[in-house]
């Protein structure tokens, strides 16, 4: 009999991609999300889709509405995708009654997703961190600021997609920060940015990718990706899999200075992009397999992208810096990630799920990025 898949968080192309390696496989899936128009709607690859209350704003209601999708499609396993990853977590002991729930317990995601935690992972592991503290306060932020002569970056403990980060900033961008909203200064390290991928199951990884950021958004999230074999990454993630039991996804931002020391940046315990360099030959559905034989990881070099990003971000920037034969060599070596002449309905998905995002982004006055999470983010508060 068909195994069946919950897959939450179906505005992500992550979870579009996941979706289809699934079915690939064999398994039946289900998505579910709280947009009316996600990214994968449209997609073949799904038995049905489902809307959900927004996590954010009641997670006790949204995680019935999880619990009651559960045992109305029979499904055998949830896998959550962005950060309502977070809110299933913290009622996984009541979901994991109903059947597996692929995230690890609530006290070990919170811990994960703070970001001035980077210090407790890397103990035990052979990466450092960079030097990073909480500030309360301008003082401590000042302190901070002169110890490292302005080489430092401020960052929410608690963001994503470098949201509000701040790099080298000035004094005077110090005393304007709202220090209520648990920030952390880290020095500032320079070198090659690496995110790191990782599938686990009861703490033993089972499938493994690192990548460059090659395109990107500012200092945030990347939309072309080139697989990278580095053996010293993937027994990182093997060990923090294995002392914090992690079950279902994790990544990590890390930077590989010039002398070759390797430093933690944040973890993400959740889908990152990474998930596209799977292919249907190495996928990730099968590390369910009983006979799996070492960890699961993508060919070298091997390329995607997210093509309208591509055209939309990388275009214009390639020509106002004269990049164009860089960004057209890029584009012939990878494949869209969303692209697939055997499941054509997210071509156009991703343009509805585009208006969407404007949409929502005007009537709730933010910027697009922000309005792809806000019922999503769980920034630290108390889940009572």
Not at 129 to 146: F, G, I, K, L, M
Not at 284 to 313: E, R, S
Request: proline share 5%; net charge neutral.
């Amino acid at each position: 009999m068909k195994k069946r898949l919950l897959i939450t968080g179906l505005r992500a192309p992550v979870a579009l991609d996941l979706a289809r390696q699934f079915n690939q496989s064999g398994w039946q899936v289900i998505a579910a999300d709280s947009q009316h128009l996600p990214i994968g709607r449209l997609s073949n690859a799904l038995q049905s889709y489902h809307r959900l209350p927004a996590a954010a704003a009641d997670h006790h209601a949204y995680a019935d509405a999880v619990a009651d999708l559960i045992q109305r499609e029979r499904i055998d396993v949830l896998l959550p995708t962005c950060e309502e990853a977070f809110f299933i977590a913290r009622h996984k002991d009541k979901l994991s009654e109903l059947c597996e729930v692929l995230t690890s317990d609530w006290q070990t995601m919170q811990f994960l997703h703070d970001k001035g935690n980077v210090t407790e992972i890397v103990k035990g592991t052979d990466l450092s961190a960079p030097e990073t503290q909480r500030v309360t306060n301008v003082e401590e932020a000042r302190a901070d600021h002169q110890k490292h002569a302005s080489h430092i970056v401020l960052k929410k403990s608690f963001s994503r997609f470098a949201r509000g980060v701040l790099i080298k900033p000035t004094t005077d961008a110090l005393t304007r920060l709202n220090y209520d909203e648990n920030w952390i200064s880290q020095q500032f390290i320079t070198g090659q940015e690496y995110c790191v991928y990782g599938f686990a199951l009861n703490g033993e990884l089972k499938a493994f990718c690192a990548y460059r950021p090659t395109f990107r958004l500012g200092t945030a999230s990347s939309y072309y990706f080139e697989n990278v074999a580095d053996p010293i990454l993937q027994k990182f993630a093997q060990d923090v899999c294995r002392k914090h039991h992690i079950h279902g996804q994790i990544s990590f931002d890390i930077i590989k200075t010039e002398d070759h020391q390797y430093y933690l940046l944040e973890c993400n315990p959740r889908a990152t992009s990474a998930v596209h360099l799977f292919p249907t030959t190495a996928s990730l559905p099968q590390v369910f397999n009983d006979d799996q034989i070492g960890i699961i990881t993508p060919p070298p070099h091997h390329k995607t992208m997210l093509a309208l990003a591509m055209v939309l971000l990388g275009l214009p920037r390639a020509l106002k810096r004269r990049e164009l034969s860089r960004w057209w060599r890029a584009w012939c070596a990878a494949k869209d990630a969303l692209f697939s002449p055997q499941d054509l309905g997210p071509t156009l998905g991703q343009f509805l799920a585009l208006g969407e995002g404007l949409y929502l982004a005007a009537i709730h006055r933010c910027d697009p990025v922000t309005a792809t999470t806000f019922d999503t983010e769980w920034n630290g508060e108390p889940l009572e």
